[in-house]
């Protein structure tokens, strides 16, 4: 999908959560969304982390205050999977899918609440600006968003020694690939902006306007700053 909107706002794009509710709620403060600005979320917003469910609960609640957008990740993938008979729910659960059934108090992935199931099913594959392209992990430098491939949209790994600018001329803000340092991987053409947060490093917020940054983690700690422009960029 190719969504392009007029708001006078902000874009700001929030990485990989993985169930980290304390860390989400720490950056949505920060950043203190208004009407106007479009909040997208990369992906990956449950499994791993302790608590799912009050990820959900926020990112619901926080629809009625602002553009808020959902891009699908591997891990929802994997549970729509489940979901549709095509996966045993093993295949999900080994892969972080247990502490999200943990933390809505639940056996099985269809004993999940419906209202979440919908909100996470509405996703969009992919998300552009005139600008910025956001996807969950990666793309083809060659091929246009609507003919890539979703096993590159939602899988594929940033591997920064073998990835190019895309066609578009576009920046690309990925998440997926997790930043083990808790710094976000710049490269001017692609940015990304998992920065680990369920392994105890940081969940990213990212103005992709201004490259202002806000950080958080689980602890409630938070830091903010700005991406430096690469001196190609000068």
Known sequence: MNIRSRSTGRVIAIGDIHGCSTALATVIELVSPTPNDRVILLGDVIDYGPDSRGVLRQLIALRDRTQLRLLTGNHEE??????????DPDSWTRHGGDRTLASYEV????????????????????????????????????????????TALFWEAL?????????SGKTFVVG???QTTGLVLDLGFVVCIDTDCSRGNWLTALDITTNQYWQANQQGEFREGRLTPRKEEL
């Open 78 to 87: 994997m549970l729509f999977n489940v979901l549709d008979r095509q996966w």
């Open 107 to 150: 056996d099985h992935p269809r004993d999940l609440p419906a209202e979440d199931i919908a909100f996470l099913r509405a996703a969009s594959p992919h998300y552009e600006t005139e600008t910025h392209a956001l996807v969950h992990a990666g793309y083809y430098p060659n091929l246009p968003l609507a003919g890539t491939p979703s």
């Open 159 to 167: 591997e920064p020694d073998r990835c190019w600018p895309h066609y």
């Open 176 to 178: 997926h690939t997790p």
